[in-house]
Nanobody, 117 residues
Framework: QVQLVESGGGLVPPGGSLRLSCAAS????????MGWYRQPPGKQRELVAT???????IIATSVKGRFAISRDQYNNAVHLQMNSLQPDDTAVYFC???????????WGQGTQVTVST
């Protein structure tokens, strides 16, 4: 059974920072590309960042230089450090696990990030 549990969302003013975490069940973490997508209000879900078990990363252009993704092998977790947040970053952020060699996405329930004064 695949479990992805996100934490760390909330309300932050423009220019602020947040750190999202996603705890994954071990059976999926070790074999998957882990990452984050987001869905802004009224828009489609979009890629934010992913990281493979070997550390290879994909980072969306819109967040490059502001967001960083990392894997925590000891806790089967993936983290998204978000700095210099802007109102356009407001969205529901979803953790995802994509088993290597597949195009199957497993999803967490999502966590709301709101950037506003």
């Amino acid at each position: 059974q695949v479990q992805l549990v996100e934490s760390g969302g909330g309300l932050v003013p423009p220019g602020g920072s947040l750190r999202l975490s996603c705890a994954a069940s071990r059976n999926i973490f070790n074999i998957s590309r882990m990452g984050w997508y987001r869905q802004p209000p009224g828009k489609q879900r979009e890629l934010v960042a992913t990281i493979r078990p070997d550390g290879q990363r994909i980072i969306a252009t819109s967040v490059k230089g502001r967001f960083a993704i990392s894997r925590d092998q000891y806790n089967n977790a993936v983290h998204l450090q978000m700095n210099s947040l802007q109102p356009d970053d407001t969205a529901v952020y979803f953790c995802t696990a994509i088993p290597l060699g597949t195009e199957t996405n497993y999803w967490g329930q999502g966590t709301q990030v709101t950037v506003s004064t």
